[in-house]
Each structure stands twice: as C-alpha cells, then as structure tokens.
C-alpha cells in the first residue's frame, strides 16, 4: 500500500527495503515524515529526490515566492510544520487547501491536515529547504525573539545586553579622573607607580598561566575514559546527541562537514544534528540543495534579528533539539572518532554538577604558515594545559567555541548563550560557575581550520577579546557576589584569565616601548624620571614574562609531538604584537560596537584534512 | 595507628629538624661559623639596614636563591637566618625521601632507618644543615631535578620535563658551576629522545639509532624531538641567566658582577684554588702546621671520578643495579661528566657539596628503580650495611678534606664529643662586639664614624648587634672618597690584617693603611686588634 513518497519509491525500486525499515523506525521514534527522515538521515540525496518525483509527474512549486495566506499558515505549529515539512499555502478554486509538502505522496501528513483544517487537502511537491525557510521566517519570528531576549528576561544581570552599567562607568571614569588629578599633582610618582603596576600585572598574569600550564600538564597521562570503556559501550545505551552546526556564509564547507560528521562514532538514528543557517544566507542553502550525496543532518533557519550572533542562531536551534545531550561544532570542524561518546561516557561518571565538558581544539592546517603554526602553538598549550590546569584549580573555565558538550535541560536551565556577547561560549562557562555548576574536560580533539590570513586573524582575534572584556564586565557588576558564589580562588582565577588576558594584550606594546626606549635606545631621560628599582622591576618583569610565555609556547608542542613548532614559540613577542592590535581594536568595538560580530572567514585553508576524523589524542 | 602512619614523616622530620638545631647551637657554642653563612646574614643586614643600593644588594648577591631563603629566615636574627634555613632546607630534603620512599613497595621498616641513619650521622649532611651554607638548598634541587628526570623516563609527560628545567634553573641559581650541568646532560637528552621513536622497540640503543637514522620520517621525527628536549631542559636556565647577566650589566655596569665581584658573591673570597692550596701558602702555613689533606691531592687525578664512587659506597651499589638499563645509567654518569667538566673549566677545590650530590643521586636510584628490578629482601641488608659505609666515607672524606672551614668544623664537631668544647668566641664576633660599643659610644660623644670594607669584613659586619649609620661601608657612594682621604668622614678604620687571607680583596688593608698615613696627615693609632683584623684611631697628623 502506497502511503508516502518512501514506500512509491520501493515498489519501483528506487529505495531499498532495508533502508525503508530504518527510516520508517526513525521517523515513529521522533515523528518525523519518513522524507524528512530520508533526506536528512543520509538516506536520499535531494537532486534523486527531484527526479524521483519528476518522472512522477510531480511538478515542484517554488514556494518562497508563491503568494501564500497566511492565516492557515498562522494556525500551524512550527514544530509540527518542521517535522513533517509543508506549508499551508492557499485556498484551492474547488475549495480544498493547497499545501506545499516535501512528500506529495504522504497520506498520514493530508488525513491530520484535513483534521485540523476540515477541508479537502491538496498536496503539491515542493523542496524541503524552501519549506523549511519559509516556515521559519514567518512562524519563528516568535522563537527568535526568545532566543535574543530569553537570558535578558530571565536574568538580567548575566546579560551583556548593556555593556558598561552605571556603577562600572561611574568607577572607571572615576578611576581615569584620579589618574590623571595625580598626574597633575604628583606626575613623577604617578608615573612610577602606573609602571610598577603595568609590569607586575603582566608578569603576575604570564606567571598565573605557567603555573596552569603546569597544572594541567600533571593531568597528562590520565585517561579519564578508557579504550575498553568505549568498546563496551553499546549503542542502545547511548542517548540522542544534538549536534548544533550554526553557518553563515559556508557553503564551500558543507560538503567537507558530511564527511567529517559521518566519521563520528555515534549510531546514526542518535544524532539529531542541525545546521543553523540564516534566514539571508541563501549560498549555504543552495550547498545544501545541490548536495550530489545524501546529507546527515536537518537544516534549521534562523530568521533574521538583530544581533546576528552564533549564540542567537544557537538558541533557536535548541527549541528544535531532541537530544538529552548537545554539542556544537562548526562548519569545518574535523571531531574526534570517539568524541561524542566520550563525551557521554564522562557524564556518566562526573558528579551531577558537571553540565558541561570541554574537549580539545587543534588545527589541522598547523604547517601551512607562520601564523598558523604560532596559532596551534596557543591552542596547544591553552587547550591541552591551561583548561585541564583551570580545572584542578576548580576556577571558571571559559568555553572554547565549539566541541563544548552540555546536558541539554541544564543548558537550558543557565539560560543558553548570551546573544550580545561576542564571546558566547566563555561567558556560559562563567556562567555555569556561578550558577554552582561545573565543567570538566573530556581528552578528545576537534581538528579545526587555523586561520592563516593575517587581518582575517585580527577580526576574529578582536572578536574574541571584545567578549572577554564583555564577559569580564558581566560579571564584574558585583564583585562581592560573585566572590560568594565561585569563591575566592575562582575569583582570583577568573580576574587573572579572563581579565587578565585582555589587560595583558593591552599593556604589552606600552612595556615593549619602554623597555626599547630604556634599554635598547638608552634614552636617558626614562633614567631620571625612574628610580633604578622600578627600572630593574620593569626590566625584569618583561623579559621573565616574554620568556615565560615563550616557555609556556614550548610546552605545548610535547603532548601532541608537534616537536617541529618549538623554535616558532621564541616568535611568541611578535605574535602578542599582533594580539595587541586586536585588543585596542576589540576595545575600541566594545566602546563603539559592542554586539558586532566580527565573521572569521573560513575554508581560506589550502591544506585539507585526510582523515574525516581523528583518532583520540 | 593510622595517623602515627601518616605523620611517622612529618615527626620524623620534626625530631631532625630539633637534632640539627641543637648541634648548630653546640657548634656555635664552641665558635664555629662559617663564612658563607655569614656572607649571607651580612647582605641580608644590608638590606634591611642600609639606606643606600639595597636594590644592589637585592638584585646581585649570588647565589640568589639562597640569598632570598635567608632573607625571608631573617625574621629569627641575621646570624642564625642562613643557618635555620639550611637546617630547614636538609630537613625538607630528608621529608621528601621518606615520603618518596614510602611510596614505593620496598619494605619501610628498613629503609626509613636507613634514611634517618645517614642524615643523622653523615657528617657531610649534618655539615650541609648546621652549616647555613648553600648547599642544603642545592642539594634539595639537585634531588628535584634528578627526580623529575626519573619521572621522565616512566610517564613521559610534559610535566616532568618542565619541572625539570625549573629545578635545573633553580640549581644554578644556587651554585653556578652547574650550569655545567647542561652539558653533562646532553646525553641524556639524546638517549631519551629515542623513546618517541617506534623503531626496534625492544633493540639496544645504539640499534634503535642507527635504524632510526637510516630511515628518513624517523630521523626527522629523531632530529625534532632530540632539538625540542633540549630547548624545553635548556630555555629556562639560559634565560634566566642572560637575565640576570642583563640586568647585572644595567645596574651593576657588569654582566658577570654577580660572580666576579667579592660584594655580590661569597666564592669570590670563599674558595680556594688548587694552586693556592698546594703552594700551602696563606693560612695552612700559620693554623694548621701545613696539612692540606689529601682530597686535594686526588682532585688532582685523572680518576678523581674513582675516589667520588669510593666515597659514595652507594652509588656504587645502584650504579651495579642499573646494569644493562642505558638510559638510568647515563643519567647516573651525568654528574661524573659534570664534575669532569668542572675540572676543567674551574681549578678551585671542590668541597663536600660535590661529593653529596652522588649520594644523593644513588637514594634516588635505590627507590626508583631498584624497588622494582630487586624485591628481595636479601638486598636490604646489603644496602643498609653501604649506607653505613657512606657515613664512614664521609668521616674518612672530613678527616682528609683541604677546605680549611670543614676542617675547621670537624675539629669543633670532635672537640663536643670529647666534650673538650669550651665556650669559644671567634675572632669575628670579638670584633663585631668592640665595634657595636665603639659606635655606640660614638654616637653618644663625637659621633665618629667607622670606615670599613664588608668584601672581607662581612663576618664582622654579620654579627654586629646593629649597623649603625657610623658605619661606613662601599655599598655608601662616598666609600672611595673616604677610603682615599678617611679623615674627611671617618675617626676609625677596621682593616685586614697582614696576615688576613681576605688582605687582598680589599682596600682596608695594611698597605693601603700605610699609603695614606706616609703624607704624614693621619696618625693611626691601634684601638683593638685580632689575630686577623684591627681598629685604628686616626688621629690628625703632624703633616707631610
């Protein structure tokens, strides 16, 4: 008995019986069409979808830019509609509904349509992808309005909705006024003491890093999931996993995403992957569409608001997810074989205040040049010892941008991420201290794109600074509670990492000059306004905190035997230049542009992956 | 039960620490103080009670690491600060031995006697605590480092690496010749990178090279491991000492000040040369009817390495453990490549640090690795019976040893066992003591002012019971003024005497006494004097 486009195409067998069962499974367990299944299951590639469905007789409506009444539209959930993909479109002349289904053919979608409408339902054919964006731009509109302002409703001193409260301003402008009052009044001392604090700042926060760098590296050997562990593990034990992949702009990269998703050890009916694309973004849609082999997650899109943020896009796709854990991943992201049931695996055995862990990000266009080469090095060391490191210590650890795996009703319950913060992911991990939660690290790498265009690095590198700093604002409004809620050391912890990141970049050309000017050029005048022990503090503090850093550079290289990069560590100076540029830059946007999201470029890589994924490290 | 178990080590190293007390307090009793000790309690008066370059003092007294413990001991008096501190530093080294030892599967109840046998009796590690010398800190880094660099060969990990260079950058900053020790390490080095090459795993060594050589990813692979070990060993002491070089060269107008100058380091007047101890000039001459030992003599040979392994019965016993494990034994040999070294760059004598540090060495191997490869209990006994022998090597190495000062020690340590030790009071102190009143006195009359050159007289300056402003010192940017024409500030003057072994580091000497008072302008007259040193009044003069 024919009773959707699946079961027509088996009796002229265009699919196979095999393959009909499972999808069949799949769309009962999450009532889901059955086409909605097989096209976004890996099943059917929408170009033999078309066909399929040409040599039907099927004509395929172009629905985006049919005239369409939206009052029966109006009336349908989009949840429904996103699952079972149609749209209402109009009143037919003989008095039936005319509605655009992905499936003409599906006889359950028109017997509940007829239900809910009491009338005649006439299907007609149109691409899911048109359905799926017409549907959300028009009935998600209520959902992104959430997304944007769910955190800013429900906890408004978490929001980075405004940047700079009145009690910060009122301090900070207060603390410039003084400056420059003593400035006046007692210039030399001003002088010296602002130097003698710049330079202990900046030692003080290169030492904190060591001594995390250390700290994490004890943790070097400790598996925390085994082989066997993950041998063991069945797939009927395992959960649905979300896999939230937000796009703007990538339609180079979607090819490249199926195949590093299907390296994934995860059973494929599990996975509940959404690629969040925005509602303007219709090169990625086109990818998508023109795909030659059938794609393995379901395209979500994100109509358009104001910020046009990751977080924004994040938080709309989870009112769509299923799963009981999620994780986010971006376009060009090559994850561990492993990851997802490590992942699990490690749920399983931290204490219930762990809602998030953190695995590790790599780059695997690490040779490609040198700014590629000094961006693994950072990556190395701030993932593979400093968040470990972070971890002992119990002190907030910020979110590295993707490969964070969360339990989805406690991410909900932190309120998700924070559309005007630029850096989404570390504040949720702030966030999630302060809410008396946890985080812990899974050993498990995501191999992603090091970006290797300079003034491409800088946008991002600003971006990235610019949230630290919004991310410090946040949750510096009130020192004192969040003193009693993460604890003394977590407080110290969180000033020196992400305060102290940002300071530092800042005030390291404004050492670097002095120390050129005091040592290299011998410029007396530096000596008579100085007393020697500032100098010798000064001079010190900058090159045991350069040499430190470098040292910190060198470490990385061993846990991954990435033994080639260590000399490029001794460029590590240079390379905190270049941090300094995006750090006046990231404060002059937080100033001026505090929710512009700055967009890294991606795919500029020539070097490719092999491997769709890699193994464990 | 439990808890005796878990602080037997802290008790443990409570009741040594309350040992080396007492004994430094005998010692002291009996007039016995050494002179880097004293060295060190000086710079940290200075620091505290001199208005002028404490930055100096701060920034170029070396070894800095000894010299910042001491300082933070200073709290319990200059004096006794660098003693506290070594008998502290010692009594953390014993604690992290049985705490080390406790760890493994040998049997405790051998082994923890075994440990408070040879820090109680070795009168090489009763030296290095009761002495406040550097070497109990040298000797605490000198165990971490080797430890990590054990640690190294099980886990592999970045961490012990890391340490390792830390506590390599530690050492030298608590005895530069180690930095000798880099190059003693190169072997090392080599050798271990071969543990990140999958090449004939279970081949020799020298197998696992030439495979790895001959095939061209392994070689890479070889080549950037081998380069990445020891920049990561390496970075960390090169750099901190071009730092200290650099900031030497900014503040002192000397990159190698801190170990050039008498002001900034002790070993300047502290030790002595092979030449000066053979020619038996100086003091020998004069104290102790020309008997320079006979350690002096076998420095002097080819197989001095031989008479260390003689004096280190244990490292002896490990070294024979270590058979057939190539990577432990080289690590075991580096040290001897580092004495080998030091030989030839340096023609001081070495004194008992240098012996320690392969007794230290050999605890190590014995709880690293023998606990494994040997389980028997039929080997406890023989270890115990070496260890004993250690202790009687270092009596034999004290008996025989040509550094006058541990000469010195062993006779005051003899002299309280045949309770011969009366109350002495050295000659230093009488000093300090006369010029403590003298300015004292001064300051409640003619405010006269003293004249006197801490490069020798630092003991003197250590053990007075206040500096007072009187005193006038080189670290005072007048001191060449007056130590050219004195009676423009100075009433008084404390010299070296002819026969003062220090005579030639510094100005305050009878020579120069001499040159200035020929014109006629000063008239010394003698105040007080000591075997070594002396006060002088000086009065004006009838003119030149």
């Not at chain 1, 769509?320 to 090559?334: H, K, N, P, Q, V």
């Not at chain 1, 100098?535 to 550079?553: P, Q, R």
Request: proline share 4%; net charge positive.
């Amino acid at each position: 008995m024919i009773r959707s486009a699946i079961d027509l195409m088996v009796s002229k067998n265009n699919f196979d019986t095999e393959k009909q069962d499972r999808v069949e499974a799949i769309a009962t367990t999450y009532s889901y069409a059955p086409i909605k299944v097989a096209l976004c299951f890996g099943f059917l590639t929408r170009k033999e979808y078309k066909i399929f469905l040409k040599n039907e007789g099927k004509e395929i409506v172009d629905v985006r830019n049919y005239e369409i009444d939206p009052s029966y539209l109006n009336q349908c959930d989009i949840h429904h509609i996103n699952s079972f993909l149609y749209i209402p479109l109009k009143q037919d002349f003989d008095g039936s509904l005319l509605v655009a289904a992905a499936d003409p053919f599906d006889e359950r979608l028109a017997n509940s349509l007829m239900a809910k409408f009491r009338t005649n339902i006439k299907l007609v054919a149109a691409d899911d992808l048109d359905i799926i964006w017409l549907a959300h731009t028009i009935r998600g509109r209520e959902l992104v309005n959430e997304a944007v302002y769910s955190l800013l409703k429900k906890d408004p001193s978490s929001s980075g909705h405004i940047t700079f409260t009145d009690s910060q301003l009122l301090f900070i402008f207060g603390m410039v006024g003084f400056v420059v009052v003593m400035l006046f009044v007692y210039s030399i001392p001003t002088i010296i003491a602002l130097n003698f604090l710049a330079s202990v700042a900046f030692l003080g926060s290169i030492m904190f890093k060591l001594y995390l760098a250390l700290k994490g590296s004890q943790s070097e050997l400790h598996d925390d999931v085994s082989i066997e562990e993950l041998g063991a593990l069945k797939n009927e034990e395992v959960p649905v996993y979300t896999i939230l992949l937000p796009v703007y702009k990538e339609d180079k990269l979607i090819r490249k995403l199926i195949w590093n998703l299907k390296g994934l050890n995860y059973p494929k009916e599990k996975l509940d992957v959404k690629l969040l694309i925005e509602e303007d973004d219709d090169e990625t849609l086109n990818a998508v569409r023109d795909l030659d082999f059938p794609a393995n997650f379901e395209v979500v899109v994100v109509p358009f608001m104001m910020p046009k943020t990751k977080p924004k896009a994040c938080n709309y796709g989870i009112f769509f997810s299923r799963g009981e854990l999620l994780t986010i991943y971006d376009a060009e992201d090559i994850p561990d074989t492993w990851q997802l049931k490590k992942a699990f695996l490690m749920f399983k055995k931290l204490p219930k205040e762990y809602v998030v862990v953190q695995g590790a990000l790599n780059y695997f266009n690490r040779n490609e040049n040198l700014l590629t080469r000094m961006f693994t090095l950072e990556y190395s060391y701030w993932f593979d010892y400093m968040l470990p490191g972070l971890e002992t210590l119990d002190v907030p650890i910020p979110l590295g941008g993707t490969s964070n795996h969360f339990k989805l009703d406690k991410l909900i319950e932190l309120g998700c991420w924070d559309p005007f913060n630029v850096t989404e992911d570390a504040d949720l991990g702030v966030r999630v201290y302060d809410k008396q939660y946890k985080i812990g690290i899974v050993k498990s790498t995501t191999y992603e794109e090091a970006n290797n265009e300079p003034f491409n690095w800088i946008r991002q590198r600003s971006r990235w600074i610019k949230g630290y700093m919004q991310t410090y604002l946040v949750h510096m409004r009130s020192p004192i509670n969040l003193i009693r809620r993460i604890g003394w050391g977590g407080f110290f912890g969180f000033n020196f990492f992400i305060g102290g990141t940002a300071i530092t970049f800042l005030i390291y050309p404004i050492l670097l000059l002095f120390f050129l000017v005091y040592l290299v050029f011998n410029i007396s005048g530096v000596k008579t306004v100085f007393p020697d022990w500032v100098l010798y503090f000064a001079t010190f503090n900058f090159v045991a905190g350069n040499v430190l850093m470098i040292y910190v550079n060198m470490m990385a290289v061993f846990k991954r035997r990435y033994y080639e990069l260590i000399l490029f560590s001794a460029l590590n100076p240079i390379y905190w230049l270049m941090h300094s540029v995006a750090a006046y830059k990231g404060l002059w946007q937080l100033i001026y542009k505090p929710f512009y999201w700055e967009k890294t470029h991606h795919g500029l890589s020539k070097q490719h992956s092999t491997n769709a994924a890699v193994p464990a490290i | 039960m439990v808890f005796l178990k878990k602080y037997v080590p802290v008790l443990l190293a409570i009741v040594l620490l309350s040992y080396y007390l007492i004994i430094a307090w005998v010692l002291h009793r009996t007039g016995y103080e050494h002179s880097e000790a004293l060295f060190l309690a000086e710079k940290s008066r200075l620091l505290f009670e001199a208005k002028e370059n404490t930055l100096l003092i701060l920034g170029t007294t070396f070894p800095t690491l000894v010299y910042l413990s001491t300082v933070v001991f200073s709290l319990f008096g200059y004096p006794f600060a660098p003693i506290l501190a070594s008998v502290t530093f010692t009594t953390i080294l014993f604690l992290l031995l049985v705490q080390d030892f406790s760890k493994t599967s040998l049997q405790k109840k051998f082994f923890i006697p075994m440990l408070c046998m040879l820090f109680l009796l070795h009168p090489g590690l009763v030296y290095t605590a009761v002495t406040g010398r550097s070497i109990a800190l040298l000797l605490l880094f000198f165990y971490l480092l080797f430890r990590s660099l054990f640690i190294y060969y099980k886990t592999q990990t970045t961490f012990s690496l890391s340490m390792a260079s830390i506590y390599l950058t530690c050492l030298i900053f608590c005895n530069y010749n180690f930095i000798w020790l880099l190059l003693a390490l190169m072997p090392f080095v080599v050798l271990i990178s071969l543990e990140g090459v999958k090449q004939s795993k279970h081949g020799s060594p020298i197998v696992q090279y030439y495979e790895s050589i001959n095939n061209r990813s392994q070689r890479r692979k070889l080549t950037n491991r081998t380069i990445a070990i020891y920049i990561i060993l390496f970075i960390l002491p090169l750099s901190s000492v071009y730092l200290f070089k650099l900031l030497n060269q900014v503040h002192a107008g000397n990159a190698t000040y801190f170990l050039t100058s008498q002001y900034a380091n002790w070993s300047i007047t502290g030790t002595e040369t092979l030449g000066s101890i053979f020619t038996g000039i100086d003091y020998y001459k004069t104290s102790s009817a020309n008997f320079v030992g006979t350690n002096v003599v076998a420095q002097t040979q080819i197989v001095f390495q031989g008479y260390l392994l003689a004096l280190t019965p244990l490292f002896i016993l490990v070294f024979a453990m270590f058979k057939g494990r190539l990577y432990e034994l080289l690590t075991l040999l580096s040290p001897f490549l580092f004495i080998g070294i030091l030989l030839l760059d340096n023609q001081t004598y070495l004194t008992i640090e240098y012996y320690l540090i392969f007794l230290v060495l050999a605890l190590i191997g014995i709880y690293y690795y023998t606990g494994r490869k040997y389980t028997g209990t039929n080997m406890y006994p023989i270890i115990i019976v070496v260890a004993f022998l250690n202790i009687l090597a270092g009596v034999y190495y004290f008996r025989q040893t040509s550094d006058k000062e541990e000469r010195s020690f062993f006779a005051s340590v003899k002299n309280v066992a045949k309770k011969s030790g009366s109350r002495k009071v050295s000659e230093e102190h009488r000093m300090a003591s006369y010029i403590t009143n003298l300015m004292n006195a001064e300051k409640n009359g003619d405010n006269g002012r003293i004249l006197m050159d801490d490069a020798a007289a630092y003991s003197i300056v250590a053990q007075m019971r206040q500096l007072s402003s009187n005193v006038i010192l080189p670290i005072n940017t007048y001191f060449i003024t007056v130590a050219e024409n004195p009676k423009v500030e100075a009433k008084y003057i404390c010299i070296a005497k002819e026969k003062n072994r220090l005579k030639s580091f510094t100005v305050l000497n009878q020579y120069n006494l001499n040159r200035i008072t020929n014109n006629g302008l000063v008239h010394p007259v003698i105040m007080f004097e000591t075997e070594n040193w002396a006060v002088y009044r000086l009065d004006e003069g009838r003119g030149g």
